[in-house]
């Protein structure tokens, strides 16, 4: 079995091309904006549209939706349209397939400024935790793995 883990400090996280493109392997029609103004004191979110190309900046809050949002000229959307809207869960199984597959081919480009992706493979039939130290993560497997007294059936975090 592979999975993704973490290799450095920081934290595990996906660059936006990654997931747009494990969610494109996923059959999903994807409309990504990115938060465009940080003044915490707005009464509204800007907004603007990005594609798989978009390289995000350390800090960049990035929203997924199924369907385009109804943005103002100036990008703006109200707080209180923005909390009905369903965001697309991106965050995906380790173990994923289609996730293993994007980090695979994009390499570096999968990662984060804060994050060093890395497939790692164990056995089929092992158990397994992520274990981790300031956003380094490692796993931790074995047939019967038991964690502070508990079982730790398939893979767990």
């Known amino acids: 079995m592979k999975l993704v883990v973490n290799r450095c400090y920081g934290g595990y996280g996906l660059s936006s091309k990654a997931i747009l493109r494990v969610l494109e392997l996923k059959g999903e029609t994807v409309f990504a904006y990115v938060q465009t ?3 915490l004191e707005r009464e509204a ?26 943005l103002c000229e100036n990008g703006d959307i ?9 965001e697309i869960d991106v965050y995906f199984d380790r173990e994923d397939k289609d996730l ?10 999968a990662s984060t400024n804060l994050s060093e ?7 089929d039939n092992h158990e397994y935790y992520i274990d981790d130290y300031d956003g380094v993560e490692r796993i931790v497997s074995g047939l019967e793995l038991h964690v502070n007294g508990k079982r730790i059936v398939g893979g767990a975090e």
């Not at 900046?57 to 949002?69: A, Q, S, T, V």
């Open 45 to 70: 979110e800007n907004l603007k549209a990005i594609d798989k190309d978009y390289k995000e900046g350390f800090w960049d809050k990035i929203y997924y939706f199924r369907e385009p949002l109804d």
């Open 37 to 39: 103004d940080k003044n």
């Open 100 to 109: 293993v597959q994007i980090v695979e081919e994009l390499d570096a480009e």
């Open 78 to 86: 109200s707080f209180d349209e923005l909390r009905y809207k369903n």
């Open 117 to 123: 992706l890395e497939v790692l493979e164990i056995p």
